[in-house]
T-cell receptor
Framework: NAGVTQTPKFQVLKTGQSMTLQCAQDMNHNSMYWYRQDPGMGLRLIYYSASEGTTDKGEVPNGYNVSRLNKREFSLRLESAAPSQTSVYFC????????????????FGNGTRLTVT | AQSVTQLGSHVSVSEGALVLLRCNYSSSVPPYLFWYVQYPNQGLQLLLKYTSAATLVKGINGFEAEFKKSETSFHLTKPSAHMSDAAEYFCAVSPGGATNKLIFGTGTLLAVQP
């Protein structure tokens, strides 16, 4: 009953370094999402993938790239980390997007805590 | 554009007291509204959702929320707080359409005092 698995759980980077956050779901969900959570700002959508083979920008995509590797996996890459990217990153999945997506709740991973110095 | 506003970033109640967490929404179309809960060091979990079937929505762990169109509100309540309810609660709105891009509020941290 793994659900949504994120790796790593913690990461410290220096400014300018790159890294990839991994996310995998075992629920056969079609849609996957990356959010960042910052104090006092709630969760903000970085990128999402409505279905395998598609990706789209969310509210705060600058400085990030994503890859929907297959139906299970959706990775988030920081090419040149900046201190402003210090945050907690959450991956989520839902059974479907589309017009009935409101009936398809998001399932979240436990997050990756990233610090950029 | 749709948005949600959560009044009160921190709420403290005594064990056994009423829990009331406030959420107001802004939407030009009938909204789909959600409450999620986040326990320490965990991801978010769905508490309940409003999808226009009924204005009073019951969720898990004894929580419920009432959709009031005239007040553009979707407040979360629980009659009697338990210590295990201590967590952060997020209200969210879905714009619907072709994607499930939830828009979250800034969250309310609930503390339950013994």
């Amino acid at each position: 009953n793994a659900g949504v698995t994120q790796t790593p759980k913690f990461q410290v980077l220096k400014t300018g370094q790159s890294m990839t956050l991994q996310c995998a779901q075992d629920m056969n969900h079609n849609s996957m999402y990356w959010y960042r959570q910052d104090p006092g700002m709630g969760l903000r959508l970085i990128y999402y993938s409505a279905s395998e083979g598609t990706t789209d920008k969310g509210e705060v995509p600058n400085g990030y790239n994503v890859s929907r590797l297959n139906k299970r996996e959706f990775s988030l890459r920081l090419e040149s980390a900046a201190p402003s990217q210090t945050s907690v990153y959450f991956c989520a999945s839902s059974e479907r997007g589309g017009l009935s997506s409101y009936n398809s709740p998001l399932h979240f991973g436990n997050g990756t805590r990233l610090t950029v110095t | 554009a749709q948005s949600v506003t959560q009044l009160g970033s921190h709420v403290s109640v005594s064990e056994g007291a009423l829990v009331l967490l406030r959420c107001n929404y802004s939407s030009s179309v009938p909204p789909y509204l959600f409450w999620y809960v986040q326990y320490p060091n965990q991801g978010l979990q769905l508490l309940l959702k409003y999808t226009s079937a009924a204005t009073l929505v019951k969720g898990i762990n004894g929580f419920e929320a009432e959709f009031k169109k005239s007040e553009t509100s979707f407040h979360l309540t629980k009659p009697s707080a338990h210590m295990s309810d201590a967590a952060e609660y997020f209200c969210a709105v879905s714009p619907g359409g072709a994607t499930n891009k939830l828009i979250f509020g800034t969250g309310t941290l609930l503390a339950v005092q013994p």
